[in-house]
């Protein structure tokens, strides 16, 4: 069980967390692809659990190294970005027809982009083990749990279809922006 607290191994400890947040990501879509969105949305939510956790532990054991990042950032493609534009497709986008259907799923497409531009670009600027004060530019979790804002929010009816397509991409311009979040 020494491979769980050594730096080098692939599946330390950090890293066994950080494949379990890719797990709940993936069953998240699996429950979208079903329609069951109370399920996809829990799963979503373990799996950004596990994404707080598994930073905390390389940290606290000293098990940050480049391919941690690189696998939390992969982590993060799938339950921060995928996942949530996924089920807004699957559960608000899908009643669109015609051209409305073609805008939301270009928006869709947009906003996958912009997150994967936001985490390659973080990749790029971090250092594996440094925390920085302030992120530039809105995290993809955060931009996550905007998101699902947004679909509770359109759940009441105050949002509509066109609504949810205009905050999907001010979200995801915000996660290339130059605005400064407080690193928790």
């Known amino acids: 069980m020494n491979f769980l607290y050594n730096k080098d191994s692939q599946f330390n400890l950090a890293n066994l967390i950080t494949f379990g947040n890719i797990s709940f990501g993936l069953i998240a879509i699996y429950f979208i692809t079903q329609n069951h969105f109370f399920l996809a949305a ?5 799996g950004g659990a596990f994404d707080i956790f598994d930073g905390k532990v390389a940290r606290k054991f000293n098990l940050s190294t480049e391919f941690g990042v690189q696998l939390d950032s992969f982590a993060d493609s799938i339950t921060f970005v995928i996942v ?5 497709f699957q559960s608000i986008y899908i009643t669109a027809n015609g051209f409305m ?4 799923g270009i928006i869709s497409i947009y906003y996958i982009i912009a997150g994967l531009r936001r985490l390659i670009t973080f990749n790029i600027k971090t250092d594996a083990g440094s925390l920085d004060k302030s992120f530039i530019g809105v995290p993809t ?6 998101l699902w804002v947004v679909y509770l929010i359109s759940l009441t009816g105050i949002l509509n279809v066109l ?3 205009i905050f999907m991409v001010i979200i995801g311009v915000l996660l290339n922006s ?3 979040v407080p690193h928790p």
Request: hydrophobic residues 75%; charged residues 10%.
């Open 84 to 88: 949530p534009v996924f089920f807004i």
């Open 163 to 165: 609504n949810v397509m």
């Open 42 to 46: 829990m799963f979503a939510w373990f």
């Open 141 to 146: 979790p955060l931009g996550a749990i905007l």
């Open 178 to 180: 130059k605005v400064r």
């Open 101 to 104: 259907f073609l805008l939301t």
